[in-house]
């Protein structure tokens, strides 16, 4: 896993979002432990406190657990919770932006369509 | 002891003022960054806490007491100012056992394995050292010294990359297996941003913002755009300052974001730890020496 | 307080080991001396004699050439200026005992060299001979003196020391020379008290006393003064 923070987002929120791309990449399969905030924290210079912020977010959304005295592990069907978070922030950020932007620019529903066909052909 | 506290804090040397009522606490267990520019009063305000110099005016409080600075405060307290408060003929190793000998606590075995992970050599003289290696000798004796407030001054001063990195790691490692508090007083900034918690600046000798990492990056934001765009978005709003690039214009702003109505025109980011900084300090030309 | 330490750390100055190397030279050139036949050299001294002059200059300057080194030392452990001060004033009583005892032998072993154990001892304010069954009380009359002076010196040269962080070099050079002539004075009190005591109409055992209080105090109280709050310098 490689992290690369920007400074545009908080940094907690950036670690998250890895976290997340790791486990919808399979690179924490389901059941499988995750590193600890120490190691988080070490690995990626980062404060513990933000690293524990970050992974508590997944915590919340119940994407992985804390196995008491063990560590954390990502939850069973974390991969589809993911995937459909990660689908309907695709409609938001792409899709309703694009549906915006095609209105301004006049462009009807059927021509978008048509561009949409073009763009999955090529 | 949990916390210390300097209240009302003044300092002058002859005529010029250093430190100017400085009111600041450091809690146990949190990563500090005390940030200024060169000047800007942060070696004497560290000097102060370990009784290198005495303030003009002002208390030190340990748990809300006010106190005499005696050996047992001190023994809860590492800094390390200028290396060659240290004899500079004598070896590392000999240091490292002198410091042994005056504080029990410190961590004779740790600091060897730094060493030899940071490829200084042990037996030689801190004469014989580098600047950068001088740096590390500092910053090794602080972190092995147990303490419970630790006191860093330009710990990456003549650095490399590569050592700023395992140093950062240390830091971090140490910090994780038990924790204690670290104040990094630096004017380099961007490094240290991820791994601070809680950020002091110091301006001309007073303190101009002393909160947590995470409300001092939402306290403000970016606006960039069209010069006339941002001129007429900024006005009536806290600006902090402004930097131009020909017809191009970012300004930086206290208070939450309005972004309402002019996404077209405008484009809104996130303020960075080195944004704040410059903004904060870069009013009058500071002591750049 | 960590008075155990600090003490130990500023009795191994490399300053505390020359003082045996110095009496060691003493003894050896005086018995060459003697050896090589030439007494005249060998006078023993007087309570403020030259032997113990070169005693005073001897632990001025390496005092005062070293606090500053241990100041900065101790200060960078930790080690609050309280538990320095009281550091240094046992240490200066610790060697003033030691130097003024060896002084003391030195200056016996000097007369028995010369063979003048019974004209030698005078009382310097009554003078009249010392008997030999007073002989033990007028050593420790004169270790007194002597241990006193050499006390004093070091809390000079610790004042100094202090002191000399701080002032812009006019002051310094004016300091410098009013110690010398302090220092003169001291040396030679013999001459001084009697030449103070006829001046002001005291006697001259309380006129001993009275300027030897108040050199004293004030060495004592000036070193402690200008160490309480002394900056370190860089």
């Not at chain 2, 560290?46 to 748990?63: A, E, F, T």
């Amino acid at each position: 896993m490689e992290l690369r923070f920007e400074e545009e987002r908080p940094i907690f929120l950036q670690l998250a979002e890895q976290l997340e791309d790791g486990i919808l990449s399979g690179a924490f399969p389901e059941e499988s432990q995750i590193p600890s905030t120490t190691e988080i924290s070490v690995r990626f210079k980062m404060n513990p406190a933000t690293a524990l912020k970050g992974i508590n977010l997944l915590v919340d959304d119940g994407i992985i657990y804390k196995k008491r005295g063990l560590g954390m592990f990502v939850s069973e069907g974390a991969v589809e919770k993911l995937s459909d978070k990660r689908k309907e922030q695709f409609f938001e950020r792409f899709v309703c932006s694009m549906i915006e932007e095609a209105r301004r620019l006049g462009i009807s529903e059927s021509d978008m369509i048509g561009m949409i066909r073009r763009g999955c052909a090529s | 002891m949990k916390k210390i506290t300097l209240s009302g804090i003044s300092k002058s040397f002859g005529g010029s003022r250093a430190l100017e009522n400085v009111d600041l606490t450091f809690e146990s267990g949190k990563i500090y960054g005390l940030l200024g520019r060169n000047g800007a009063g942060k070696t004497t305000l560290l000097k102060i806490l370990y009784g290198i110099l005495y303030p003009s005016s002002g208390r030190v409080l340990s748990d809300d007491k006010e106190i005499r600075i005696n050996d047992n405060f001190l023994g809860n307290l590492f800094y390390v100012g200028e290396p060659d408060y240290f004899p500079v003929e004598t070896s590392l190793r000999k240091l490292f056992s002198e410091t042994k000998y005056f504080r029990p606590e410190f961590d004779t075995e740790y600091a060897l394995s730094l060493t030899s992970l940071f490829g200084l050599d042990s037996s030689k003289s801190l004469r014989s050292l580098s600047t950068g290696q001088r740096t590390l000798f500092k910053d090794i004796l602080a972190l092995s010294s147990g303490a419970s407030f630790i006191f860093l001054d330009e710990p990456i001063l003549g650095l490399d990359a590569n050592r700023r990195d395992i140093l950062y790691r240390t830091i971090l490692g140490k910090y994780n297996e038990s924790p204690f508090t670290i104040v990094i007083s630096t004017h380099l900034i961007e490094e240290i941003s991820s791994i601070v918690e809680h950020v002091i600046i110091l301006h001309e000798g007073r303190v101009v913002r002393d909160e947590p990492l995470d409300s001092l990056l939402a306290s403000g934001y970016s606006v960039s755009g069209k010069k006339d765009a941002v001129r007429k978005y900024i006005s009536g709003k806290s600006v902090m300052g402004i930097d131009a690039l020909g017809g191009f214009e970012c300004a930086y702003i206290l208070g939450a974001r309005q972004e309402n109505g002019h996404q077209d025109e405008l484009e809104f980011g996130r303020l960075s730890l080195q944004k704040i900084f410059v903004q904060m300090t870069g009013s009058k030309g500071g002591d750049d020496k | 307080m960590k008075l155990k330490p600090t003490l130990r750390f500023i009795m191994g100055d490399i300053s505390i080991k020359i003082i045996p190397l110095y009496y060691l030279a003493s003894i050896c050139l005086y018995s060459a001396l003697y050896f090589t036949g030439d007494t005249s050299g060998l006078a023993a001294p007087d309570v403020f004699g030259s032997l113990l002059a070169s005693s005073f200059f001897l632990i001025f300057v390496l005092t005062a050439m070293t606090a500053n080194r241990s100041l900065r030392f101790l200060v960078q452990v930790g080690i609050s200026r309280d538990t320095i001060i009281v550091a240094n004033l046992l240490r200066a009583v610790i060697l003033s005992a030691a130097i003024s005892m060896a002084d003391r032998l030195l200056s016996l072993y000097m007369t028995f060299l010369t063979g003048g154990f019974s004209q030698k001892y005078i009382d310097p304010v009554t003078e009249f001979g010392v008997s030999d069954s007073c002989f033990p009380y007028y050593l420790l009359f004169e270790f007194s003196l002597g241990f006193g002076c050499i006390l004093f010196m070091i809390l000079l040269a610790l004042f100094c020391s202090m002191i000399w962080i701080r002032l812009k070099l006019l002051y310094k050079l004016l300091f410098l020379i009013l110690s010398l002539f302090i220092v003169i004075i001291y040396t030679d009190t013999y001459y001084g008290i009697d030449f103070i005591a006829e001046s002001v109409g005291y006697d001259p055992l309380m006129t001993a006393v009275v300027i030897f209080v108040f050199f004293f105090g004030s060495a004592l109280i000036s070193y402690i003064l200008s160490a309480r709050r002394v900056p370190v310098r860089d």
